[in-house]
């Protein structure tokens, strides 16, 4: 998580947005990286269950609307 939270930093200081699902608030919450959508999955399975499409793409349209915030650092709790 650490690696991506820095990766995060260098691609949004060259002005492009990021975002990032994450299974460990916690850890997550420590790092800061400027967006990250946080799921209450096991990890491995960040779009929940599988074959579950409906899911899937809520989860991907909650994560896409991050990248219109400024105001980071940010972390919001996937709303189901």
Request: proline letters at 9%; glycine letters at 8%.
């Amino acid at each position: 998580m650490q690696t991506v939270g820095l990766a995060q930093a260098t691609i949004e200081e060259r002005g492009i947005p990021t975002a990032s699902i994450t299974m460990l608030a916690g850890i997550t919450s420590k790092i800061r990286p400027p967006r990250a959508l946080s799921v209450p999955y096991r990890l491995g399975f960040p779009l929940g269950e599988a074959d579950n499409p409906g899911l899937q793409t809520k989860i991907l349209r909650q994560l896409l609307a991050l990248l219109e915030r400024d105001d980071v650092p940010v972390r919001e709790d996937f709303r189901a």
